[in-house]
């Protein structure tokens, strides 16, 4: 579980354990299964996207049959132009506990006068899947979140991915800042559309990785007061989102933010702190989970007195280490090759599409890294996942296009969101939960320095409840919700203010 700690930011990132310096063997996936699965997925007539996924959900409790306590059902909405979003819906049906999931909150005016109010959190949370995947991927959280009782969970595939529709990505450029938004816009103007289609009017959204950034953008765009004076999107949860940190590569770095100084600015954005993307693929699950932490997992607030990102003026970095930040020319064959196929927006999933028998193969690269306690554990969930998986990356290219038009190489964002929105969300009094796993190869300290500038922000403008939350998932990487699901489940409750 989670605890707090002593440790600096940049010593903490420095001494973690990676989640893939695994030194395990990883589970074989034979060329035999693979030519099997090649087989059935191509004209097997029971392997559809449909009876697939299906076959994954089906260890739910409630799917297809109701528990007598919750309902879940797959919904294709339309959203125009022969498109769809797929989503995967969930309700409790018992009583709230608190009927109006009742919260309070306070508010000190200018003349230091305490308000408190009554507020009714919204029932709703739309949950969004990061770059490639799909909302398959949060099968076992699935449960553990809809057990509160009256909650009702959106969990959809973005327009392009999953089993979502999958239009041809327009030949975006990405040079401007209005470039890059044009790529943003064509998955979050889905999200609205079929946000408007499902008449949810207040919700809580989370979004993992991609799905994090794009859940910023959707608020940046879409936040609204509505007729009651409440939000929107009541709270926001990001799970390791990518595209935080201030970067080298920036479209944005040349505007002065009032909420940070000229020079701290000017020196995050010196720096290329890229993130090892290869490494995605090589995560084993089975390590992360059960090996113990080599640094103390934090679960905590984030003041004015944190430093995170070298923001200290007088922790600032030598020229040289500035220099060795910057160095971000690939130093593997592999390394180099992603960098090839990023400049020149070419999807590692048009590879698979085309090898034949050889898909399951490749796929098990993934697969068998990522669920590899599952594999040993219980194969049946592991042949439906991995079979699952094999659809969704065999299905058409379309949103993964995106990617490269959004981040440059190393997952460096153009328009880093530190850059857009803290003064927003604090502006909109809108709560905020940024979660990573202690072995998490995404930037941790790009986080705490959010949750930094907004709590600053906050408090500057009296206003007294602390609006962002730091949080870090022990035995967790990258996909902690996956890692660990009862902590993972745990912090949302409590972020949430609900209770089973």
Partial sequence: MSSSTSQAPTERMSSKRSEFNDGRKRPIYSWSDSFRDWVKQSFYGNYTDLQVESNLLSVLPFY????????AKVINTDIGNGNYIHELYIENIETPIHPDFEQESQIINNNGVITTTKNHSPRDVVLIHGYAASLGLFIDNFDSLSKIPGIKIHAIDLLGFGFSARPNFPNFKSETAEDVKKTEDWFIDAIEIWRQKRNINRFVLMGHSF???????????YQTKLTNNLNLIDKLVLISPVGLERNKFSLLKNIQESYITKSSQLRQNEQSSSRDIEQEVLANQEEIVSSASTTTSTAKSINEEAT?????????TSEDEIEDEEDTTPKTRRAKIIRKMWDNNFSP??????????????ISGWTTHRFSHVYYSNPQHFQNMHDYIYRVFNAKGSGEYAITRV?????????????????????????????????DWMNEEAGEEMTKEINQLAKKKNYNDELARFRILSNSGHHLYLDNPPDFAKEIFSFLKLKK
Avoid: H, Q
Wanted: proline fraction near 8%; aromatic fraction near 10%.
């Fill in 349 to 362: 999933f048009s590879i698979v599409r085309n090898v034949g028998p050889m898909k399951s193969k490749l």
């Fill in 211 to 221: 799905g994090g950034y794009l859940s910023c953008c959707y608020a940046l765009k």
């Fill in 64 to 71: 297809p049959e109701s528990d007598g306590k919750r309902i």
């Fill in 308 to 316: 995170p990102m070298n923001n200290n003026e007088s922790s600032a």
């Fill in 407 to 439: 981040l440059a190489f190393g997952a460096l964002a153009k328009l880093p969101l530190l850059d857009r929105c803290p003064e927003k969300f604090v502006d909109w009094k809108l709560p905020t939960l940024w979660l990573y796993g202690d072995k």
